[in-house]
């Protein structure tokens, strides 16, 4: 991020410094899954047949805000990783949810 993006930002209601902290973070989600299928060297394509779903969704995951779990776990499934969800209170407590890939992927005779 550039200093005068940083300045910039400093500047704007706090709503909208939220709204835009948690669009970056929406956003980190795609990126992470194509950085991942990346350093396992699977193409979108692969990942597609795995998933069975069709490249073009892949494509829509990877540079989407919003993501479906089921979608997310089906994609990395795909390239043999798996999904666990850390969900957090605002009193520090957490609880981890592991996803069974074997519920969310179609299976194919």
Not at 35 to 48: D, F, G, L, P
Not at 75 to 84: K, R, T
Request: no cysteine; hydrophobic share 40%; proline share 2%.
């Amino acid at each position: 991020m550039s200093t005068e993006w940083k300045a910039l930002r400093a500047e704007l209601p706090e709503d909208v410094q939220a709204r835009l902290d948690l669009k970056r973070q929406e956003r980190r989600l795609g990126k992470a899954l194509a950085e991942v299928r990346k350093a396992m060297q699977a193409t979108q394509h692969e990942v597609a047949a795995g998933a069975a779903m069709t490249q073009n969704t892949v494509s829509k995951i990877e540079n989407s805000d919003d993501v479906l779990i089921s979608s997310v776990v089906r994609y990395m499934h795909s390239i043999g990783g798996g999904v666990e969800l850390v969900l957090k209170t605002s009193d520090g407590k957490a609880k981890r949810v592991d996803f069974d890939p074997e519920i969310y992927v179609k299976q194919t005779a």
